[in-house]
Structures are given as structure tokens and as C-alpha cells.
């Protein structure tokens, strides 16, 4: 199902690059597309550095 939503997507964004105005638009989709995933890996980043640290401070 989720691969289903994902070409669909896939589709959808070089629609709108095919009928973009000018290069800006293009410039504007991929990171609109791209955005969401690095901010997500971002915060899993931060997830894993604070929970190292935590766990570094911690003594047995």
C-alpha cells in the first residue's frame, strides 16, 4: 500500500515539473519533496546523540 502512495507521488511531482513556469518551480518541488525526509533524519539523529550521552553518563 505504501509503495502504491509512493509512485503515486512519484507521478504527481514530475507532473508538476512538466508544467512548471520556469526553472524556480523545479528548484521548489525537490525541496519541498526532499525537506520532510531530512528533517525527519535529523531528528532521529538527535534522538540517538542524546540517548548516547544519556547512557554515557549514566555509571553501573
Known amino acids: 500500500m505504501l509503495l502504491v502512495t509512493l509512485l503515486q507521488d512519484a507521478a504527481a511531482i514530475e507532473?508538476?515539473?512538466?508544467?512548471?513556469?520556469?526553472?524556480?518551480?523545479?528548484?521548489?518541488?525537490a525541496i519541498g519533496t526532499y525537506l520532510?525526509?531530512?528533517?525527519?533524519?535529523?531528528?532521529?539523529?538527535l534522538f540517538y546523540y542524546s540517548s548516547k550521552k544519556r547512557k554515557g553518563m549514566q555509571k553501573d
Open 36 to 45: 520532510p525526509f531530512v528533517i525527519l533524519v535529523l531528528i532521529a539523529y
Open 15 to 29: 507532473k508538476k515539473i512538466q508544467e512548471a513556469p520556469d526553472s524556480g518551480y523545479e528548484i521548489g518541488v
